[in-house]
């Protein structure tokens, strides 16, 4: 069976560039969440959709936004990108929307660069 | 919020030796406290995790123990191996329960 998927893997952009990051959750699965991950740390959280809607966000500015689609495959984008945006950027899948009944999956990340 | 502690943030063992790997969270309303391996250039892989209702998971050399009223669980490594070196993460659900805060993670390093 797929695990999640993600694209791209790597890509480098410049500041004030925009990126869309792409995520396919595994077959079934009707939550998506979006974790950034800088070098050295740990995942932080920035999205969550489940069933279409957004269910919940991190503190993570306005330039950071996602949508579900109806196949429940999801996109992040990050607009007018800052240095500091340089990170792994992870896909996750659920069967529901909360975290405490269950199983969070990951992908294998889109590795951004921002020059 | 919930806040999530991880101890030791590195930690070298000898092949066949134990290791241990503490966390703490905040919010005693959590319930579902899971442990995540992350290899070089991959994602993290959930390999165990543990609910409130119990105090100990094993499977096969992992175990993860849980103490409640203190607020803390532990991730336990029975004769490690070289493939057992990665980088370790706690993660315990938000106040909401929509999503995870996880530790900063443990660099374990298994010498041959």
């Known amino acids: 069976d797929a695990g999640v998927t993600q694209s791209p893997t790597h890509l480098i952009k410049t500041r004030g560039q925009q990126v869309t990051l792409r995520c396919s959750p595994i077959?079934?699965?009707?939550?998506v969440s979006w974790y950034q991950q800088v070098l050295g740390q740990g995942p932080q959280f920035i999205f969550q959709?489940?069933?279409?809607?957004?269910?919940g966000r991190g503190n993570f500015p306005d330039r950071f936004s996602a949508r579900q689609f109806p196949n429940y495959s999801s996109e992040l984008n990050v607009n007018a990108l800052l240095l500091g945006d340089s990170a792994l950027y992870l896909c996750?899948?659920?069967?529901?929307?909360?975290?405490?009944?269950?199983?969070?999956?990951f992908g294998e990340g889109s590795r951004l660069t921002v020059l | 919020g919930e806040n999530v502690e991880q101890h030791p943030s590195t930690l070298s063992v000898q092949e066949g030796d134990s290791a241990v790997i503490k966390c703490t969270y905040s919010?005693?309303?959590?319930?579902?406290f899971p442990w995540y391996k992350q290899e070089l250039g991959k994602g993290p892989q959930l390999i165990i995790d543990?609910?409130?209702?119990?105090g100990e998971k094993k499977d096969q050399r992992i175990a993860v123990t849980l103490n409640k009223t203190a607020k803390h669980f532990s991730l336990h490594i029975t004769e490690t191996q070289p493939e057992d070196s990665a980088v370790y993460f706690c993660?315990?659900?938000?106040?909401?329960?929509?999503?995870?805060?996880f530790g900063p993670g443990t660099r374990l390093s298994v010498l041959p």
């Open positions: 996750a899948s659920s069967l529901g929307p909360i975290a405490n009944t269950g199983e969070l999956f």
């Open positions: 077959s079934g699965h009707k939550s």
């Open positions: 959709y489940y069933e279409k809607e957004e269910r």
């Open positions: 919010d005693s309303a959590s319930n579902y």
């Open positions: 543990i609910r409130s209702n119990v």
């Open positions: 993660a315990a659900p938000d106040n909401y329960g929509q999503n995870f805060v």
